[in-house]
C-alpha cells in the first residue's frame, strides 16, 4: 500500500478538555473519510475536526488512516506533555481478541497458530504461551497486511508507541511483550529483529503492598464463607501464588506432619511449606463440609476455583475490614515474607519457602520488613530528649511551647 497523503494528530485544548486535532491538506475525499470517523466533530473556533483526546482514540485514528492509505504523522502526541495532559488509565483496546484473530490475513493467522506450538515446545508454561501469544497478535494486527518478511525494526518501535505506551502498560507487561517478540524473531528468523535491538525497560522498583498482623486477622474473621476463609488462610500462611493455591491437590497436603507441597510451582520447582497450626481445624472442617476430591480447593464442576472469584470476594472481605490498602492475592504472600523476616526467619530461608529462583527477589522484603527499622529513634524524638535532659524536670520540651520563650 503506498501512502499518497498525509495527516497530522496535533493536541488540541478546547471546552477545558483534552483532544486530537486532526490536520490534512483539504480535498472532498479526504475531508469525507476524516468526517466518517465516529465521533469526529467540527470546531469553528480553532477551525479543525477533531476527537476527544485518548490513549486508545489514537490508536484507533491510526489504524484508520492507515487502512485508507494515509501517511500518519503523530509526533506532535508523543512528545513531552503539557501541564493540560494527565497520564491516561490502562485502557482495553478497541477491539476484541477474537475480532483482531478474524481480521488478520491467513498467512498470519497460520504463523500466530505455529509460533503458539513453538513456544510450547519450548516448554513454556500455559500462562506464559498465553500472554505471549497475545502480544504476538496485537503486533501482527499492528503490522498487517505487510508481509512477514518486510517486518522491520521501525515497525516494532511503532508498536511500542502506539500500543504499549498509547494504551498505558504497565513496565512488567512491556518486559514480557519483549520476550515475546524475541521468540517471534528467532523462530521466524528475521534479521531485521535481531534480539539485540529488542531491549527490555528496566524493571520498577516499587515496595510491595504488605498488611499488618493485624489487618491479616482482621480479614480473616470478617470472612465469614468457610471455603473463601481457607483459600485466604491457605495463601496467606504458606505463602502461596494464586496460581500454586487453585491447583493445589489434596495429597499435597500431610496433616500429621503440618506440611504442605508444592508442586510444580513457578518455574516448575517443588518445595515444601509449614501449614499453620492454627490453620489445621479450619481446613479439617473445610474439607469434611466440602468433601473435595481432587483440588483442595475445587470449582462447581470439581475442576480448579477461578482465580477471579478469589479476587472477587478478597475485595469483598477487604472492605469489610476497613482495608484501604490495593490487596490483591499476592499482597497476602508478601504479607507472610515480610512477616517471616520480622519474627527474625533467615532471608535464605524465606527464599527457599517463597520458591524464589534468586535471593535478589527476596531481599525486596528487608525494605518493607520493620523488625529493626521501628527500633531506630527518630532525629526528633532524640533532639526533644536532649533538651529536656538540659533543664529542669518541671520544663519539659513540648512542641506547643516556644523554644526561644
Known sequence: MSYNETITFTKLYHKSENHIAIGFIFSERTEHIVRSFRGVKWSKTHGTYYVPFSRGTTNALFQYFKTNGFYVNYSALVESTNTTYKEAKKIKPSQSMAAMFKALPLAYKDLLRVYTGYLRGKRLSKSTVRTYGYFVLRFLDQCKPKAISTITKKDIDLFFEVVLAGENYSISSHRQCVSALKYLANFCELPEL????????????????????????????????????????????????????????????????????????????????????????????????YQPTLFVIEGRDGGPYSATSVRQFLKKSCKQAGITKQVTPHVLRHSYATHLLENGVDLRHIQLLLGHAKPETTMIYTHVAHRDLMQISSPLDTTVEALTKTRKESQKVLLSQNFKG
Open 194 to 289: 535481531a534480539t539485540e535491538y529488542l531491549k527490555r525497560p528496566k524493571k520498577s522498583k516499587k515496595l510491595p503492598v504488605v498488611l499488618s498482623r493485624e489487618e491479616v486477622i482482621d480479614l480473616l474473621q470478617v470472612t465469614k464463607n468457610l471455603k473463601h476463609r481457607a483459600i485466604l488462610g491457605l495463601i496467606y500462611s504458606c505463602g502461596l501464588r494464586i496460581g500454586e493455591l487453585i491447583n493445589l491437590k489434596l495429597n499435597a497436603i500431610d496433616f500429621d506432619r503440618n506440611k504442605l507441597s508444592v508442586n510444580s510451582g513457578k518455574g516448575r520447582k517443588d518445595r515444601s511449606v509449614v501449614m499453620s497450626e492454627v490453620l489445621k481445624p479450619l481446613m479439617l472442617n473445610y474439607v469434611n463440609t
